[in-house]
């Protein structure tokens, strides 16, 4: 089992920028971002293949947010700009210990979890 821990949340205002981090306790093979606001589903917004760089992003956040990952590829960032209100949810990390060609972006895939941070984006 793999440990995360996401870090960076917090409050801005809408069309500003804000970039998450997720500590990971050890190398995996597919790294994802996910998003969940109240009352509403958990939605996978971007996710990384380690080894081959391959990245993938849900429509509402293509072309704003950016997925990265540190040399030693066991951190994890999500770069967000033009934030909207919309936007405001707790975000998570997660980690899959196999490469995420097929559905990438659901949640039934990934077996380890963050605890979440919070970003809120005022209008």
């Known amino acids: 089992q793999v440990r995360l821990a996401e870090s960076g949340g917090g409050s801005v205002e809408a069309g500003g920028s804000l970039t998450l981090s997720c500590a990971a306790s050890a190398f995996t093979a597919t790294m994802a971002w996910f998003r969940q606001a109240p009352g509403q589903a958990r939605e996978g917004i971007a996710s990384?293949?380690?080894?081959?760089?391959?990245?993938r992003y849900a429509d509402s956040v293509k072309g704003r947010f950016t997925i990265a990952q540190d040399s030693s590829k066991t951190t994890l960032f999500l770069q967000m700009s033009a934030l909207k209100p919309e936007d405001t949810a707790m975000y998570y990390c997660a980690a899959a210990n196999y490469n995420l060609f097929i559905r990438p972006l659901s949640a039934e895939e990934y077996s380890d979890w963050g605890q979440g941070t919070q970003v809120t984006v005022s209008s």
């Open positions: 990384i293949i380690t080894g081959g760089y391959t990245t």
